[in-house]
Every structure is written in C-alpha cells, then in structure tokens.
C-alpha cells in the first residue's frame, strides 16, 4: 500500500516568490511520479511527472526526484497569481496503472 | 484534447436511495477510474477498470459498486446513500502503458445526500 504525504497543507506567497512544495512515498520501488494542478471549481489536470532521480525543468516549474529519501518536490520560480490552486502529488506504484494522491497543498499567490 | 464527460454534474439524494454516476471517455483508453475528493484528502480511489467488464477495488470500496459495460462507460453506484459519501466524484481514464502516461480527469460531479 502506497502512502503519500503532502506538506505544507497551505501556502500563501507574493507574485514573484519562489514556491517549495513536497512530497514524501513509502516505497523505494516506486517509479512514476506527477504533480497535477487543480484550479478552483476545476478538473485536476497533470502539470509534470519524473520517472527517475534527478531534476526536470519545464519553464518556471521543476521536479526534484530522490528516491533513496522517499522524496519529490515542486518548485515554481516567478510565482503567478493564475499559479493559485491546489497541487497534488500523485505516485504510479506499487499498481503502475493506478495513481496514489497525496492530499493536497493549496497555494495563494497574492499580487 | 482528451474528453471525459460526468453526468450529472450535481446531484441531491436521499439517505438510503440509490444513486447513479455515469462517465463517458472518448480517448479510447482502457483503464478508468472512480475517485472522490474531500478537504483534507486529496484524491482517494474508490473503484477502476482495466476494460470492459473489468472493475477493481481500490482504497475506499466500501458502499460503493462500479459498472464497465463498454470501453467508453463507466458507473459509479451507490446502492444505499449515506450522509458520509457527501463529496465531489471525479471519474478519470489512463492509458494501458500506465504509470508514465497522463490520466484525464472529468469535470466532476458534486454529490449531497441529506
């Protein structure tokens, strides 16, 4: 069984900040990870994934991936007011056709 | 852009009626997905499909059934309505690959049982 913890539970930043949002997993073995964004009111909708250690850039986000910690992060360089929503980190394992969320962070991005 | 269709997008029910959710893909995926989302729980799995005829428990079966008629159908019922399964349902559908390809969420259906 895959447990997926999400911290913090709640941000608020200013425009321009940059943004920290982690995630821990219970299993080594996993292999797929995602971050999907939910805008309020909205379908959740997936932003990124990882599949192996490291760092992954697309634009003002990045991944951080380190398995032997059972952790990944988010980062958001630049932070936006339309980057308000709830993110949710997702692992594909031990199922690799299911996705196990995490509870969520909601972030606030004040102008 | 892949399509997930929920109907209906709300939904008032009774304690002890039966209440049915109905999701419809057309992004020709075989597997789908039944998960309700409450504060301070995220996304919890409830029921999913590999394909047709196919359906799976998943973390938080319990009061609910699921139906997969068809590669584009799939339901979600509640046979005996609870005060408790108040909640937001969001049907999704994925690909066979799995894990490294994106699932597509529908738009949600809001359900109240008083």
């Known amino acids: 069984q895959q447990n997926v913890q999400q911290s913090p539970e709640s941000l608020i930043v200013p425009e321009g900040a940059r943004t920290s949002l982690n995630c821990t997993f219970s299993d080594s073995a996993s292999q797929y990870f995602w971050w999907y964004r939910q805008h309020s009111g909205k379908a959740p909708k997936a932003l990124m994934s990882i599949f192996s250690n490291g760092e992954k850039e697309e634009g003002r986000f990045t991944i951080h991936l380190n398995k032997a910690s059972l952790h990944f992060s988010l980062h958001i360089r630049d932070s936006q007011p339309s980057d308000s929503a709830l993110y949710l980190c997702?692992?594909?394992?031990?199922?690799?056709?299911?996705?196990?969320f995490g509870s969520g962070t909601k972030l606030t991005v004040e102008p | 852009e892949a399509a997930v269709t929920q109907s209906p997008r709300n939904k008032v029910a009774v304690t002890g009626g039966k209440v049915t959710l109905s999701c419809n893909q057309t992004?020709?995926?075989?597997?789908m997905y039944w998960y309700r989302q409450d504060t301070g729980h995220g996304l919890r799995l409830i029921h999913y499909s590999y394909g047709a005829g196919s359906t799976e428990k998943g973390d938080i079966p319990d009061g609910y059934k699921a139906s997969r008629p068809s590669q584009e159908n799939f339901s979600l019922i509640l046979e005996l309505a609870t005060p408790s399964q108040t909640s937001v349902y969001f049907c999704?559908?994925?690909?066979?690959?799995?894990?490294?390809?994106?699932?597509?969420f529908g738009k949600g259906t809001r359900l109240t049982v008083v």
């Open positions: 992004n020709n995926h075989n597997n």
């Open positions: 999704a559908s994925g690909d066979a690959r799995g894990g490294n390809t994106e699932v597509f």
């Open positions: 997702a692992v594909s394992w031990p199922n690799y056709n299911v996705l196990y």
